[in-house]
């Protein structure tokens, strides 16, 4: 009967012996048959992630469940002469995740366990694949949780969120990932491991942990990361606020933060991702106003429902419609799950988006507004705007179908025109999402030649030979590897 | 390969994977294949782009339990069910998909004096020990069944095909306890002999719209039709997007689930004789959840009647059930099961609510206590003893 257990599948599985590729027969011997995988539709699958940009090539898909199976990947890489990409949930952005140059696919999926809550030194050792959110649920129980919340939290990997240095909505009060890695293991390019960063308060010498968060897959692939522990606050107040006019939401934010009140969270909607959001949750958003801006405090009882009153004053003052306040956990966790599902809930109106992320002074957001719907107008597309505005990290959110010919060019064009109006306001390319493969053309924008080759050369002493991750983050003159050397490798993949 | 499914569905996903962690197959794999958003990429790959069905690709869709866990997840509404069941049809039309020994397996389904006989003849089995292990069968298969007796003709009981052979005393209950709030009930018994849900689950399509338009037949129009298995009330409540037909659509707003119907007539229910001493976890059958959506009257229901109603922590993630899924996916099925029985494990309780025939007996044969929520109404309103 043993053989009768075994699926359809496994048998398939077992069935392929030799794939006639020394490096994937290789990989197979390191790890097992069916945790490398070399055919088409997953090649094809992995060649993508979230973002609107053409994927790369994947070489073999790699599923390692270990630290050890992951140095080998990257040693027979080495010894193969091939890159290195790793991969968490593939719900990136930026196109940090596209493979370029066929690479094998590090997919640290199965490398998903909690592996120690330490309450002493208020950090939870976990592995890289572990889920944002599941993490968070885990430790409710203890009366913590993990700070970062990006939107993709139900979905998204720890290990993404240090490679992208990943923010949320409660960043506004918490800091961003950086601020919740204590100290983590990390695959070096040259296979070794090392450990960045400590338990002790001050660790002694270069914060090197501080250099790898936010990296995105450039420096090594981490294995295994002290995450601070969050306490839950006891009481929190979440407030909805109505405006005419976006620019009178905008000027609420800025004037909470200039009356000395940091909220835990500051978002805003604009009206048309209002109304597709609220059609996807029916949390009670108003679907007929210009702006919707949920604030949210948190902390003692007392002390949220001044804040609460003081932040609903100064939406009245900048001609708030309307203030309410959530009037149980279910409502507000529902008005939550509308503004972290925005960005997918567009597809109810066109097929494609190009979410941006820049982020501008808190003061120059009203102006910056301003321009974009007027770029909107000009490229003749349809911007949606929903942005962490306490923290000035704007989303604007270019929805489009693109089946329509020129589409694409027009989609781009206005969001180079996006991206310059907020440097030009003394803003940063990326709050959150990274640079990827999207925003290496703006570097230089932003960066001088000498910052870039400093740039450049922190990523050399990590990766001599630019095989992790390649053709990401430092544009590609001041970069050891070209992308256009990367790009063109004949496609030979499935499909 | 044209799949026939419809390109404003498949164009309604954006890639943006928040459904990922809502799919039981990529949950136990990790594995973007095993994902909807990798299924449907893949569907566009097939459908527009003319990649070849390789068997990789023919996997990805044959593994997925279609238990829709990621349609409520999905901001834009993406009707995944539709295109995977529009996908499976075309390839099983086309040879590629569901093998000549699982249309066979499924045939006696829509014949209740086949399927009787072969019950028995894998009661017999059990009790002979032969039944093979994959079939996943540990609660004992009755050999003789009493027959079920109208009590009226206020509403339908829908008994169908394996749960009338393997799980009468679950309709018997049902059958109690809306006589006990009043309404008059006709087992619907051959009139209506199979929903159709695993044939449409594989991809038998002509099959499944047979067994609908038989079962529109069968039944006189306007009476309520009541069902206690979540698979096949979900079919049912479908029958309206397959058939088309204003007729179809009438006939699926008069199926209720069991809970569903008594949650609204909570006043009509008699007071427990006392409430059960149980601490009772819900499991939400995926095809009640995520398909109907109307889990929540099983709570309604049942929190009079018990000691203590629990939640699980996996957010109605599936069980792997799957209706046949267990059997022709046993591996993927049994690893699902596991992350699921951790859960339940995790919430203590001394029994399991479970809505569904297919999940009741998947659990059940790893030792998990289960029973449908209508044994339990009917347990604490007569008083019975020994659960």
């Known amino acids: ?495 | 390969m044209d799949l026939n499914i419809d390109e404003d569905d498949l164009n309604a996903c954006v890639q943006c994977g928040l459904c990922l962690p809502h799919c039981p197959t990529f949950r136990v794999t990790g594995d973007e294949t095993m994902s909807p958003r990798g299924r449907i990429k893949l569907m566009r790959e097939v459908q527009d782009n003319d990649a070849p069905l390789t068997s990789e690709v023919l996997d990805a869709f044959s593994t997925c339990v279609q238990c829709r866990g990621c349609e409520p997840a999905c901001p834009s509404g993406v009707p995944y069910g539709h295109m995977m069941e529009s996908a499976r049809e075309t390839l099983a039309d086309a040879g590629q998909m569901t093998p000549t020994w699982q249309r066979l397996a499924m045939k006696p389904l829509a014949n209740p004096t086949l399927l009787n006989a072969g019950t028995r003849a894998l009661s017999v089995a059990q009790k002979l020990k032969v039944v093979p292990e994959r079939l996943g069968l540990s609660n004992e298969i009755p050999l003789t069944q009493s027959k079920l007796e109208a009590t009226g003709s206020d509403v339908y009981l829908f008994t169908g095909c394996v749960m009338d052979t393997m799980q009468r005393s679950v309709h018997a209950a049902g059958l109690a306890v809306l006589t006990a709030a009043g309404f008059g009930v006709m087992p619907t018994g051959n009139a209506a002999p199979c929903c159709g849900a695993l044939q449409s689950h594989a991809g038998l399509a002509s099959e499944t719209r047979t067994l609908a338009e038989k079962m529109m037949e069968g039944l006189e129009p306007n009476i309520p039709i009541i069902v206690d298995s979540a698979g096949c009330g979900a079919a049912m409540k479908d029958y309206g997007h397959l058939l088309g037909t204003a007729e179809a659509e009438l006939f699926s707003e008069r199926v209720f689930d069991m809970a569903e119907f008594l949650a609204m007539h909570m006043d009509r229910l008699p007071e427990p004789a006392a409430p059960l001493d149980l601490r009772v976890a819900v499991q939400d059958p995926c095809h009640l959840r995520h398909v109907q959506r109307v889990h929540e009257a099983t709570r309604t229901m049942l929190a009079p009647y018990v000691r203590e109603l629990v939640e699980l922590d996996d957010e109605g993630l599936c069980c792997g059930a799957g209706g046949a899924y267990s059997i022709f996916e046993p591996e993927l099925a049994g690893q699902i099961r596991d992350r699921k029985v951790a859960s339940i494990n995790r919430a203590t309780p001394d029994v399991v609510a479970s809505a569904n025939p297919g999940c009741s007996m998947h659990l059940g044969a790893v030792g998990v206590p289960t029973k449908h929520p209508i044994e339990l109404v009917h347990h604490a309103i007569t008083g019975a003893r020994g659960l």
């Open chain 1, 1 to 495: 009967m043993a053989g009768s257990k075994l699926s359809n599948l496994t048998k398939r599985r077992q069935r392929a012996e030799s794939s006639g590729e020394p490096f994937v027969d290789a990989l197979r011997a390191a790890l097992s048959h069916n945790r490398v995988k070399w055919d088409g539709a997953s090649r094809s699958l992995h060649s993508h992630d979230a973002s609107v940009f053409d994927g790369g090539n994947s070489g073999p898909v790699v599923y390692p469940e270990t630290t050890a199976e992951v140095q080998a990947v990257v040693r027979l890489a080495n010894q193969h002469g091939r890159n290195v990409v790793p991969r968490g949930a593939g719900t990136g952005l930026a196109g940090g995740a596209i493979p370029l140059g066929v690479p094998v696919v590090v997919a640290v999926t199965k490398m998903n366990a909690i592996l120690e809550v330490d309450e002493v030194n208020r950090v939870a050792w976990v592995e890289p694949g572990v889920i944002n959110l599941d993490l968070t649920k885990q430790l409710k129980p203890l009366g913590y949780h993990f700070a970062p919340d990006p939107s993709s939290q139900q979905v998204c990997t720890i290990g993404g969120n240090v490679a992208n240095n990943s923010g949320g909505p409660h960043c506004l009060a918490y800091g961003v990932t950086n601020a919740h890695v204590v100290a983590m293991e990390v695959v070096l390019p040259s296979g070794d491991t090392a450990m960045l960063g400590g338990l002790e308060a001050e660790p002694q010498g270069f914060d090197l942990r501080g250099a790898f968060v936010g990296s995105e897959g450039t420096l090594g692939i981490v294995t295994k990361v002290a995450v601070r522990l969050t306490k839950n606050r006891p009481a929190v107040r979440t407030l909805l606020m109505a405006f005419d006019d976006v620019r009178d939401a905008a000027n609420t934010v800025s004037d909470v933060i200039a009356a000395g009140i940091v909220p835990a969270a500051m978002e805003v909607m604009d009206k048309q991702i209002t109304a597709a959001v609220e059609n996807y949750v029916g949390a009670g958003y108003p679907v007929d106003a210009a702006a919707v801006l949920l604030a949210e405090v948190d902390g003692l009882d007392s002390g949220v429902d001044i804040d609460a009153d003081r932040i609903a004053k100064i939406g009245r003052s900048n001609k708030a419609t309307d203030v309410r306040l959530a009037e149980s956990e279910a409502q507000r966790q529902l008005l939550w799950k509308g503004r972290k599902t925005a960005f997918g809930a567009v597809a109810q109106i066109a097929p494609d988006y190009y979410l941006h992320d820049t982020v501008v002074p808190r003061s120059a957001l009203a102006d910056v507004l301003e321009q974009i719907y007027e770029i909107a107008d000009r490229y003749d597309l349809l911007i949606m705007n929903v942005f962490h505005a306490g923290d000035g990290n704007l989303h604007p959110l270019i929805v489009f179908d693109g089946r329509q010919e020129g589409v694409l060019e027009r989609v781009h064009a206005a969001g180079g025109e996006i991206i310059t109006a907020s440097l030009d306001a003394g803003g940063v390319l990326s709050g959150e999402h990274g640079i990827g493969v999207e925003k290496q053309k703006f570097m230089s924008r932003m960066f001088t030649n000498d910052d870039l080759d400093h740039q450049n050369r922190l990523r050399q002493a990590f990766d001599p030979h630019c095989r992790t991750n390649p053709g990401k983050v430092i544009p590609s003159g001041h970069s050891c590897a070209d992308i256009q050397s990367l790009r063109s490798v004949p496609n030979t993949v499935w499909g």
